[in-house]
């Protein structure tokens, strides 16, 4: 008696990159599923092998299973360019304060003009209840953000209701700030400054 041995893939979690063992058979011959990361919780979708088109050519490590049936531990591999779409965020540099650089954002308009935030950390949150507090009825509790990568500023919106503005433009993707450049939370008005620390 011949027992019929099932495809075992090798699956990654496209959040927090952990690995799984995943039988063939429960794809139910669908040509993808998604499922959820029993260590991050994310959902994300894997793909069935069976479904992949054969005439293509594939790169190297886009496969997600090598071997014979009837070997008793099938090579699985995945890589960064398996069917199963990466996250940007692995691309990205990691939060990084500069060396010998102060950073501080300034009030220049608003409630709270005149006062002066030091910049402490690589990610700083702006709002109503955020790590730069705002008396701003027309800001959110967390408005925007500046995140500093690899010596670059960046401000992003995070979904506000009454938008971020740079140069009078309400901003909808991340922009790059640099030193004494303005913009506006609200009814707030903001300047970034960089000095050098000797």
């Given at each position: 008696?011949?027992?019929?041995?099932?495809?075992?893939?090798?699956?990654?979690?496209?959040?927090?990159?952990?690995?799984?063992?995943?039988?063939?058979?429960?794809?139910?011959?669908?040509?993808?599923?998604?499922?959820?990361?029993?260590?991050?919780?994310?959902?994300?979708?894997?793909?069935?092998?069976?479904?992949?088109?054969?005439?293509?050519?594939?790169?190297?490590?886009?496969?997600?299973?090598?071997?014979?049936?009837?070997?008793?531990?099938?090579?699985?591999?995945?890589?960064?360019?398996?069917?199963?779409?990466?996250?940007?965020?692995?691309?990205?540099?990691?939060?990084?304060?500069?060396?010998?650089?102060?950073l501080s954002l300034a009030v220049l308009g608003g409630p709270d003009a005149g006062s002066v935030f030091r910049i402490d950390?690589?990610?700083?949150?702006?709002?109503?209840a955020a790590d730069l507090t705002l008396n701003d009825g027309e800001a959110s509790r967390q408005h925007a953000a500046v995140e500093i990568r690899d010596g670059f500023f960046v401000l992003t919106d995070l979904g506000s209701t009454n938008g971020t503005m740079v140069g009078g433009q309400r901003i909808e993707t991340p922009v790059e700030l640099s030193d004494k450049m303005e913009f506006q939370i609200g009814a707030t008005t903001l300047m970034l400054i960089v000095t050098e620390e000797h």
């Open positions: 008696m011949r027992a019929i041995v099932a495809a075992v893939l090798i699956i990654e979690c496209t959040s927090c990159h952990s690995k799984y063992q995943y039988d063939e058979e429960r794809f139910e011959r669908k040509p993808s599923k998604r499922i959820k990361c029993a260590r991050c919780q994310q959902i994300f979708e894997i793909h069935n092998p069976a479904f992949e088109a054969k005439p293509a050519p594939v790169p190297v490590g886009d496969r997600t299973y090598t071997g014979r049936p009837d070997s008793k531990n099938p090579v699985a591999e995945t890589t960064e360019s398996s069917p199963i779409p990466a996250p940007p965020a692995p691309m990205l540099e990691p939060l990084k304060l500069p060396e010998r650089k102060r950390r690589p990610r700083v949150t702006i709002g109503r």
